[in-house]
Nanobody, 127 residues
């Protein structure tokens, strides 16, 4: 069970911080990720964080967004700076076990590879 919050309306160049509170399950060792979906578009990965803290980002948000987690609070964050109108979308938090690829654990990158989803929080960036 994961619940997102923190979305809203912001002007271009502004900032928002999204939160994802996980409860009812032990997500230790899981991959946690943020996805977004704009109307008419597929759900795309924005950022992910592995259990060891390793992070990855979509090229479109590198240098502007930061994913982090507070294990004590079981909460995932997405700090979004220098927001652009093209960042407008519903943002979703996702969680699942890492995949074993050639003997190495790695986080899933595609939406269909995640089984635990929140309800989403809307981010709208005005120009």
């Amino acid at each position: 069970h994961v619940v997102e919050s923190g979305g809203g309306l912001v002007q271009e160049g502004g900032s928002l911080r999204l939160s994802c509170a996980a409860s009812g399950y032990n997500y230790n060792g899981y991959c946690m990720a943020w996805f977004r979906q704009a109307p008419g578009n597929v759900r795309e990965g924005v950022a992910a964080i592995e259990s060891d803290g390793t992070t990855s980002y979509a090229d479109s948000v590198k240098g502007r967004f930061t994913i982090s987690q507070d294990n004590a609070k079981n909460t995932l964050y997405l700090q979004m700076n220098s927001l652009k109108p093209e960042d407008t979308a519903m943002y979703y938090c996702a969680a699942d076990r890492p995949l074993s690829v050639a003997g190495t654990l790695t986080c899933p990158t595609r939406a269909y590879e995640y089984n635990y989803w929140g309800q989403g929080t809307q981010v709208t960036v005005s120009s």
